[in-house]
């Protein structure tokens, strides 16, 4: 397999709207090991083409690269596939059992799927049959109202995944209940593939979370959104400077903009907002950003202010 598990891998989580190209290109730079796309929508795949294939797009650094999909659909799964077959540089394929959103669940996809294990088995059956990738991949969350993680974790091995990733809360505990790592921890009993450990990961208790659950790597989500460095700190124990932080940003910027040409900047914004909390003066940093949509005089005040 590409990916190395007895090294205790780090994997990026997909991030609607943040994990996008420069930033997986980023992290790539400061410890990640593993980055995942966006979650794309099987059915946007198949019938909207274009805009979707833009999001597929990898950095020269990604590999391994996975793809992540969503859908309840097994024949609009298996077109959606078919299309990931013909497209090089995509080293695996993620089947999202993960997702809350209202939208997506109510199309029985996402974490909707962890009620209806049989079609789940069966999706991930059609993508491991289907795929020309060398991995097959599902990313769950513990249940949707009640826990049963061991339950998942077999559903998904029977059916041909080569890991799974567990985000240690149920469908109903959102992203704010406490993560339940003991509950990731008897999914990995459970099962013989590589368990990845999601939910609330940061350099204080990366180490922890390992030992709790016994998990063959972490997966870190949110917690690297305005601290791209985190997966540096966590395999470092270190910490950055404030000269590195600069252009560990600056880089981020530059890479937004070569990606989405002058739009970058705008969408830019949301990525400064958290990288300037905790800074002195960053309200007012934040309030002058929002009216700037200038690449070259947003750069000037990134400089100035970081």
């Not at 397999?1 to 780090?10: E, N, R, V």
């Not at 796309?37 to 059915?43: D, G, K, L, T, W």
């Not at 991930?124 to 049959?129: Q, W």
């Not at 990366?206 to 305005?226: H, K």
Request: glycine share 8%; proline share 4%; with cysteine.
């Amino acid at each position: 397999m590409l990916i190395d598990f007895s090294k205790k891998p780090l994997f990026l989580a997909p991030l609607a709207g943040f994990s996008d190209l420069p930033l997986r290109s980023v992290v790539k730079q400061f410890g990640c090991d593993v980055t995942v796309s966006e979650m794309i929508s099987a059915n946007a795949l198949v019938y909207e083409g274009s805009k979707t294939l833009e999001m597929l797009k990898k950095s020269p650094l990604e590999t391994p690269y996975i793809v992540q999909i969503a859908g309840s659909d097994a024949d609009i799964v298996k077109k959606a596939v078919e299309i990931l077959n013909g497209i090089d540089g995509i080293d695996g394929i993620d089947l999202n059992c993960g997702c809350p959103v209202p939208k997506v669940v109510k199309q029985s996809a996402g974490s909707a799927l962890l009620k209806d294990i049989s079609n789940l088995k069966r999706i991930v059956e059609t993508i491991k049959k289907t795929s020309n990738k060398q991995m097959t991949s599902v990313k769950l969350r513990l249940g949707f109202d009640e826990k049963i993680p061991e339950i998942l974790a077999i559903a998904a091995q029977d059916a041909g995944a080569d890991y799974i990733a567990f985000h240690g809360r149920t469908r109903a505990g959102g992203y704010t209940t406490a993560v339940d790592y003991a509950a990731i921890g008897r999914a990995k009993e459970a099962v013989t593939i590589p368990v990845i450990a999601n939910g609330d990961i940061s350099p204080e208790n990366a180490a922890q979370t390992l030992n709790l659950t016994n998990a063959d790597a972490l997966m870190i989500g949110r917690a690297c959104i305005g601290k791209p460095w985190v997966f540096h700190e966590i395999k470092t124990g270190g910490s950055i400077d404030a000269a590195t932080k600069k252009a560990i940003i600056l880089a981020h910027f530059d890479a937004m903009i070569e990606h989405y040409g002058e739009h970058g900047a705008a969408i830019f914004r949301k990525h400064l907002h958290r990288y300037s909390k905790g800074i002195d003066g960053a309200s007012a940093f934040r309030d002058e950003i929002n009216h700037i949509a200038e690449p070259e005089i947003l750069r000037q005040k990134i400089q100035t202010f970081f």
